[in-house]
């Protein structure tokens, strides 16, 4: 796209002509000193070699930091490996600090999650006071949640997994089961709790509280 002189001037940069061709200088978006190139563009920002210099800093220094806390937590608790600490995190990531106390409670849990879905379901029961065992061995399946209190099992189905409805329907009859009468088996999109954790967390808090009643129980207490 071609600028006249007039309208750099209004977007702060300046153009000259040299031997070797068009030179345009720009101000740094964050110190505001001179970048010189020789293209300009208004879908791009320029930042100087010095800012430059100093953002990589900040991105090694904020690395440098998550390992280290890895490694602190490694240390804790030796069967928690990279893996699971950064699937952890980048779970926790998605929360506002409104959450910083259930995200705190399900880190204890952190080398038993699967997938960053399965993070995102546990902060979000945790946030709504369900009590909850993650990765509860039934027989020989392991399910995501089980919630003993309202008889619930919760699977967070992703798009590789849970793809036979007829196993699928066989598996559940099996835990049902062996876990006696009145429990129940609810499976939710991996989609769901990704994109739209606080809807997936308001209808588990309806769901969780209908079967309260149905039990003769007090409703959960709002977080």
């Known amino acids: 796209m071609y600028f006249t002189d007039e309208e750099l001037n209004q977007l702060g940069v300046s153009r000259k002509q040299t031997k070797t061709g068009t030179v345009y200088s720009i101000p740094c978006i964050i110190c505001g000193n001179p970048v010189y190139t020789r293209r300009f563009s208004v879908n791009r920002t320029y930042k100087c070699k010095l ?4 953002i990589v800093k900040k991105r090694n220094a904020k690395a440098k930091a998550a390992k ?6 490694l240390a804790d608790d030796a069967g928690v490996d ?9 779970g926790a990531a998605k929360f506002s600090r409104a959450y910083a106390h259930d995200v705190e409670v399900a880190r204890k849990a952190i080398g038993k999650f699967d997938s960053i879905p399965e993070v995102v379901a546990c902060i979000e029961l945790l946030h709504i006071k369900a009590r909850l065992i993650v990765h509860q061995k039934v027989g020989d399946y392991t399910v995501d949640f089980c919630l003993p209190d309202e008889k619930v099992i919760i699977e967070i189905d992703g798009s590789l997994y849970h793809t036979d409805e ?3 329907q066989v598996r559940d009859y099996a835990i049902r089961y062996m876990l006696g009468d009145g429990w129940t088996v609810r499976h939710i999109p991996a989609d769901a709790v990704m994109k739209r954790h606080a809807v997936f967390g308001s209808n588990m808090r309806k769901m969780l ?12 207490v709002s977080a």
Do not use: D, S, V, W
């Not at 280290?68 to 937590?73: D, K, N, T, V």
């Not at 990279?82 to 980048?90: I, Q």
């Not at 509280?209 to 959960?220: D, F, I, P, V």
């Open 51 to 54: 800012c430059e210099k100093e």
């Open 68 to 73: 280290e806390q890895a490694e602190r937590l």
């Open 82 to 90: 990279y893996e699971h600490f950064h699937r952890f995190e980048k």
């Open 166 to 168: 007829a196993k699928e």
């Open 209 to 220: 509280n209908a079967r309260r009643e149905e039990m003769g129980m007090k409703h959960l």
